[in-house]
């Protein structure tokens, strides 16, 4: 009877269990809920690009660089000692520091120390330019080095060709200082080590990232932007302008989220930066809409030089012609020479473009870039 007793609890037992208990079992977690993008909260506020940047976006909409990193190569270990990089450009201009401000450039960061920015005088963008970088001696371990195209203002380039990245080494390889190979990677492009005035560019690149809206509005990475305290979550890499900032330094940080606001890869994709506002920003072409001469100096089409008498900043759509020079009426103004008539008939010289500078393909030495500082 005992035995009985028993083996009538053990089903009851067995059977309340396969039942799901007496009403304890845990509610089944609903799935989170995915992040959604938000605007620029307290102080801050998205303005429009300034005048000059819309028109020199327009004027560089259909420029598409392709940069190559020429050597090292990709998981090179280097020695001891400073090391030479050399890259070459197809299909940008590089226009050095002048009145205006940088022009087109390429930007190099290794790892998060201060970029170099490299022009170079002698390019217009019609051919391959070649380039070479002396750099520091890197510290033992691993390290990413990204190259980018940038605008004038500092942007990053982020069609196809404009960016590349490989990873060095020093004594040995260690992988734990790099993110997976294929993995989401979040580089800042705001142009921090220059002058910089409101609406100030907050701009990024984003290498291996998952795709964006495959499957109509689902959200595969955020990027979550804090200024002074403030946050917000953006879902498109297009560069935002933003007023609101502090006089004087300014803590930024960026972090790369998953769709769930999660963070994605973390720790190399949080990054914490200082902008430091000054009065001016640094550059002219900041102060209002371009003339077609300021546009074509800082796309290298034309010399930085001071124009002449005679030409006048466009209102509308292009330079002023220069005024002809008065023929004499005179009998002693016809009797001059040919010469000197030639010369007085002479219009006032007007800036042309640099000449075409032929493909540096031949063999010849690299150029030598110049660091804008």
Same mark, same amino acid.
Not at 218 to 226: A, E, G, I, M, S
Not at 331 to 354: C, F, N, R, T, Y
């Given at each position: ?290 003339? @077609? ?6 796309? +290298?089409? $034309?010399? &930085? *030089?001071?124009?002449? =008498?005679? /030409? %006048? ?18 009998? @002693? ?6 010469? +000197?008539? $030639?010369? &007085? *008939?002479?219009?006032? =010289?007007? /800036? %042309? ?18 660091? @804008?500082?």
């Amino acid at each position: 009877m005992g035995l009985t007793r028993g083996l009538v609890a053990m089903l009851l037992c067995l059977a309340v269990l396969l039942t799901g208990g007496w009403g304890l079992r845990s509610p089944v977690p609903s799935p989170p809920e995915a992040v959604s993008p938000s605007a620029p909260a307290g102080a801050l506020q998205e303005v429009a690009p300034p005048l000059a940047v819309q028109q020199m976006q327009g004027e560089m909409a259909e420029l598409r660089p392709q940069l190559r990193i020429l050597a090292p190569a990709d998981d090179t270990v280097l020695p001891a000692g400073p090391w030479l990089l050399e890259l070459s450009i197809d299909g940008w201009p590089l226009v050095a520091e002048g009145a205006l401000g940088i022009g087109p450039h390429l930007v190099v960061q290794l790892d998060d120390q201060p970029p170099h920015r490299l022009t170079d005088p002698a390019s217009d963008g019609s051919g391959t330019t070649f380039l070479q970088l002396p750099m520091e001696p890197l510290r033992p371990g691993s390290h990413r080095l990204t190259v980018y195209a940038a605008r004038p203002w500092g942007e990053a380039v982020k069609s196809a060709g404009g960016s590349s990245q490989i990873r060095l080494h020093r004594v040995a390889p260690n992988p734990l200082q790099l993110p997976p190979p294929g993995s989401a990677q979040l580089i800042s492009a705001i142009p921090v080590d220059r002058p910089i005035a409101e609406p100030v560019p907050i701009d990024w690149l984003l290498l291996d990232a998952p795709l964006q809206r495959l499957r109509g509005d689902d959200r595969q990475w955020l990027l979550r932007v804090t200024i002074n305290g403030d946050s917000f979550l953006a879902d498109q890499q297009t560069t935002l302008w933003l007023k609101g900032l502090r006089p004087g330094a300014n803590a930024v940080q960026l972090e790369l989220l998953d769709g769930l606001g999660e963070p994605l890869n973390p720790p190399f994709n949080s990054l914490v930066q200082e902008i430091s506002l000054s009065g001016d920003g640094g550059s002219l072409w900041r102060n209002g809409k371009l003339t @077609a001469l300021e546009r074509d100096q800082l796309l +290298g089409r $034309a010399s &930085a *030089a001071v124009a002449p =008498p005679g /030409l %006048e900043a466009e209102s509308g759509a292009g330079v002023a012609e220069p005024k002809a020079a008065e023929q004499p009426t005179d009998d @002693a103004g016809a009797a001059e020479s040919e010469e +000197g008539l $030639a010369v &007085a *008939a002479q219009p006032e =010289p007007v /800036l %042309e473009p640099l000449p075409h500078q032929p493909d540096r393909d031949d063999g010849s030495e690299p150029f030598d870039a110049t660091v @804008a500082s």
